[in-house]
């Protein structure tokens, strides 16, 4: 059994910096690219940063400079830390990984950025 925890979000100002985490359980992680999605209200899931097993990264323009993805194999854990916050980052955070051919996600951790 695959599952994702999330955990970290919270209330920011702008400016601020908040560290997400994502637990992963089951056999899976290590070989597993790991990836941080958001919603914000009223929009579709949006695809924000990758990890691959060997450490490669990849972020979307909107966050590039801003967050940092890194991962802990030996806690199987993602991380996503955001600095910089703006009120346009304001959404539900997903981690995301394909098993098999199949997408897990979590169940997801909300930042709520103010001005």
């Known amino acids: 059994q695959v599952q994702l925890v999330e955990s970290g979000g919270g209330l920011v100002q702008a400016g601020g910096s908040l560290r997400l985490s994502c637990a992963a359980t089951?056999?899976?992680?290590?070989?597993?690219?790991m990836a941080w999605y958001r919603q914000a209200p009223g929009k579709q899931r949006g695809w924000v940063t990758t990890?691959?097993?060997?450490?490669?990264?990849e972020y979307s323009d909107f966050v590039k400079g801003r967050f940092t993805i890194s991962r802990d194999s030996a806690k199987k854990t993602v991380y996503l830390q955001m600095n910089s916050l703006k009120p346009e980052d304001t959404a539900v955070y997903y981690c995301?990984?394909?098993?098999?051919?199949?997408?897990?996600w979590g169940q997801g951790t909300q930042v709520t950025v103010n001005t």
């Open positions: 995301m990984t394909v098993f098999k051919g199949v997408q897990y």
């Open positions: 089951g056999n899976i992680f290590n070989n597993n690219v």
């Open positions: 990890i691959t097993s060997g450490g490669i990264t």
